[in-house]
């Protein structure tokens, strides 16, 4: 599957669920105060484990193309940083249980990642939903948080802090043939 798909699915499936986490992100994405190496960031969630497994997933998702992949914008820190300073304490349990069901899953084949995400994916087996769940969840902050960084907002998308006259209907050539960072 390739990148423009898997952000397609994703978008669709998310739908409204991504409207308050989004609009969270958007303040905490441009923080500058974000170290730019994990070796001097602090975890607020995960332990280093589960923190190097979420690097490895999202690069999953996400790899680098001719766009930077999605832990070289610093999406997983990003994503531990929501999960350990934003959501509520319930909500921390629930995301906590549905990565602790990932984990499992993953541990418990021998296939590569790649493999592994996508078998998941296609489950329909019941015992996998909770981890199936924990996938989808990841997979849609993956995309919204590498979306709203700056480098990609700025680099790779229409960025325009302050925007002009409305113009309902523009034609794609107008715009650089590129979606509006938001």
Not at 77 to 100: H, L, Q, W
Not at 114 to 120: E, G, P, R
Request: aromatic letters at 8%; hydrophobic letters at 35%; proline letters at 4%.
């Amino acid at each position: 599957m390739e990148r423009r798909e898997i952000i397609k699915l994703v978008t669709l499936a998310t739908g409204s669920l991504l409207a308050v986490p989004l609009t969270s992100s958007l303040l905490i994405s441009c923080k500058e105060d974000i170290p730019k190496n994990d070796e001097n960031y602090s975890l607020q969630f995960f332990n280093f484990e589960d923190f190097i497994l979420v690097k490895k997933l999202i690069d999953v998702i996400l790899p680098q193309t001719d766009s930077p992949s999605a832990t070289g914008v610093g999406v997983h820190k990003i994503i531990d940083m929501m999960v350990g300073t934003v959501y509520k304490p319930t909500e921390r349990d629930n995301y906590n249980s549905g990565f602790k069901a990932l984990k499992k899953y993953l541990n418990s084949s021998s296939k590569n990642q790649l493999a592994v995400l996508q078998d998941l994916s296609k489950s329909l087996n019941e015992n996998d939903n909770d981890a199936k769940k924990a996938l989808l969840d990841l997979k849609q902050q993956t995309v919204a948080y590498y979306l709203t960084t700056e480098v990609i907002s700025k680099k790779y998308l229409n960025y325009l802090p302050i925007p002009g006259k409305y113009e309902p209907c523009i034609s794609l050539d107008d715009v650089n043939g590129k979606a509006w960072a938001l």
